[in-house]
């Protein structure tokens, strides 16, 4: 144990610069860039998990979480990781072994839950359309009625086609066959409405470095009275630790505190920020400056010869667009061309849309004409 | 969806305050006051998880780890969450269901790793000592001997009872009995010698907010190649999807970098910084400045007529102490006032040293003469 004696492998200690970061525009589906504030905030000195000053921040949090949401629920907090950790934190604790699950797959993302509600023991059903299109409501109406599952899953903002799936009245029918409801909003919040109680979704999840304009590590859930209801009842531990909700709770909503673990005052300093910035612009103004910000970009592409993957414009996302690569066009180069002599990010396609679609992100705090315009004007150079 | 008919929930849009922060000086068990550089790091402006600057950041910090871990590991990383989502990656992915999994309890964190090899479906057996104590190399030879485990899982520095856990010897003895090892580094990365390699330990786990003086968020695993080999022929896939090692591999490690969550640039940063500092300052050197800062204030508590929770010097955690309330001191009053009236932050012992230990860190950049000086002068006022 006397250090004076040992020899240390220095094969890896290698030298290494100061850091500098290249000064990127996030115009991808996301990181995006985050708020100055948020940046500034992020930096602040520590507190403990467990600092009475830092309980006060968390319970702020969670009650601005609440307004970003728009839902009561005592049972929303933020998860200590990306927006895929507050994902399996939701389908973690909402699916027991063998529960019937019924997944509307319209990419990615739907995949994912598919993967993520399968490694959790769900019976897992799959309804799909194709990647660019959203659900009618008669076809979720019909696919329920089927099943009869114990969760439907969907993702309100599909990040891999750019697709917003209409949630109102999907929750009267999962009521319908009491169903529970569970959305990705990962895409969505502080973007685009997503009305938690109104729409009867009973969890959601999302991340922090899209529409919240904050980095990425601190990512919000919420539970309604319904899906604590089931997980109240469970019969088996869920499979993680990590993410138990019965854990977090006791952490986030105990009268004393429990420890869980040690959650990250800078990033919750982050989101704090970020969301108050969302409490000061008002979510109808958020909203609607999105949807603006988008209308620009669309009307600026048509301009350049470029058309949406998206045909209807009330089903696009207003934070994410995907734009049709033209007939000819080596979408990566494009894309790598972007970054290397512009430092502007746009993210391709993958999967089914692999070269077929750019994904430009106007989320949050990039989401300003003059960002819109930047982008315009560096396609036109390159696509000319 | 559109924002100008929608009516909000104004309930939780609740007037907030500009973040100020106390100035805690944060003597506990973590987090531990991160480097100055290290949150001038993490303020920095994003990069997206896939942008070829950021992966040569990511490698740089793997490489970093390396020399920290004194590892050749190739699959050596960070987890985009807290030393507990770091945990539970580590026990996750060695844990396949029905494995026999010997874990060797001397406090919490010991009997953490109870619970989570139990829930990833392990068969766990236990040995145990006396919170405080650590066990003999004999007492290891004769369980693995007689449990013939798949894995032993151990703590090296137990952060709810101060001691330190001599490894060298430990991992000879798994490979007799053809077992790998665990180990838990939660508090010693940085702050006391850890040899990966030389120790033959197989998996080990910590995090980012002691020794290596960075907030939570990115928290060091490192697997060798006996473990890969265990993962890469399990039977299943490991139920988290978030913390499989197979998708993470494919995104640290991949020739192509391939999707799997949106790793945090700034964490990254954060975390690059603070390993940056302890290559530049030396393992050597680091272990020792830990070791004398600790001998400081053992020395300290001794005049005040206090006394370590761990007889044995060489049994002490360099960068926690746990030191023994004396009779008649409300050991949570005392702890109480040190926050309120000096902003010192110590912890108190919990379970079955509730009330009987205060917890004492002096770790990373905190590992400073200073801090001892301020803490016994605020201890000497408070208990005279």
Redesign the interface.
């Known amino acids: 144990?006397h250090?004076?004696t040992?020899s240390?492998?220095?094969?890896?200690?290698?030298a290494?610069q100061t850091?500098d970061?290249?000064?990127?525009l996030?115009l991808?589906p996301?990181?995006s860039?985050?708020h100055p504030r948020v940046?500034?905030?992020?930096?602040?000195?520590?507190?403990?998990?467990l600092?009475?000053?830092f309980i006060g921040?968390m319970n702020?949090t969670q009650?601005?979480?609440?307004?970003a949401w728009?839902t009561?629920n005592e049972m929303t907090l933020a998860i200590?990781?990306?927006?895929?950790?507050a994902?399996?934190t939701a389908v973690?604790n909402i699916v027991e072994r063998g529960d019937v699950i019924l997944v509307a797959v319209m990419g990615y993302f739907g995949e994912?839950l598919v993967?993520?509600a399968s490694?959790?023991g769900g019976d897992v059903r799959i309804i799909e359309k194709p990647w660019g299109e959203v659900f009618e409501q008669g076809e979720i109406y019909d696919a329920v009625k089927e099943h009869r599952p114990a969760v439907l899953m969907m993702v309100h903002a599909e990040t891999s086609t750019g697709a917003?799936q209409?949630m109102a009245g999907i929750g009267a029918i999962c009521r319908e066959f009491d169903c529970l409801l569970l959305t990705d909003c990962v895409t969505s919040l502080g973007a685009?409405?997503m009305?938690v109680?109104d729409w009867q979704v009973d969890v959601a999840y999302s991340?922090s470095?899209k529409g919240l304009s904050c980095?990425?590590?601190a990512s919000p859930v919420t539970f309604g009275p319904r899906a604590m209801e089931k997980i109240n009842g469970r019969r088996h531990?869920?499979?993680?630790?990590?993410?138990d909700t019965t854990l977090l709770r006791s952490y986030w909503l105990g009268d004393v505190r429990g420890?869980?673990?040690?959650?990250?005052?800078?990033?919750t300093?982050a989101l704090?920020?970020g969301l108050?910035l969302v409490?000061e612009e008002?979510?109808?103004a958020r909203?609607?400056r999105h949807?603006a910000t988008a209308e620009l970009l669309w009307d600026g592409m048509a301009e350049l010869g470029l058309t949406c993957h998206v045909v209807n414009p009330?089903h696009r996302i207003p934070s994410l667009t995907t734009v049709s690569v033209p007939e000819g066009v080596d979408a990566r180069a494009v894309a790598g061309r972007l970054?290397r002599d512009y430092n502007i990010?746009v993210a391709g396609g993958?999967s089914k849309l692999a070269g077929k679609v750019w994904r430009v992100g106007l989320m949050g705090y990039n989401s300003r004409p003059e960002n819109v315009l930047i982008l315009l004007a560096a396609l036109k150079e390159l696509l000319d």
Chains 1, 2 share one sequence.
């Not at 940046?39 to 998990?49: D, E, I, K, N, T």
């Not at 009650?63 to 307004?67: N, P, T, V, W």
């Not at 531990?237 to 993410?243: A, F, G, M, Q, R």
């Not at 420890?259 to 990033?267: E, L, V």
């Open positions: 144990m250090t004076q040992t240390t492998n220095q094969t890896h200690r290698i290494t850091l970061v290249p000064p990127r996030l991808g996301g990181p860039n985050a940046l500034a905030a992020v930096g602040m000195r520590q507190l403990s998990h600092d009475p000053a921040i702020e009650e601005l979480l609440r307004y728009q009561d200590s990781g990306t927006g895929s950790a994902m399996e973690a994912r993967e993520m490694r959790h917003l209409p685009a409405p009305l109680d991340c470095q980095p990425p590590g531990k869920v499979d993680t630790w990590y993410l420890y869980h673990h040690t959650m990250s005052s800078n990033m300093y704090r920020e108050r409490a008002g979510l109808e909203w609607a949807r009330e970054l990010e993958f």
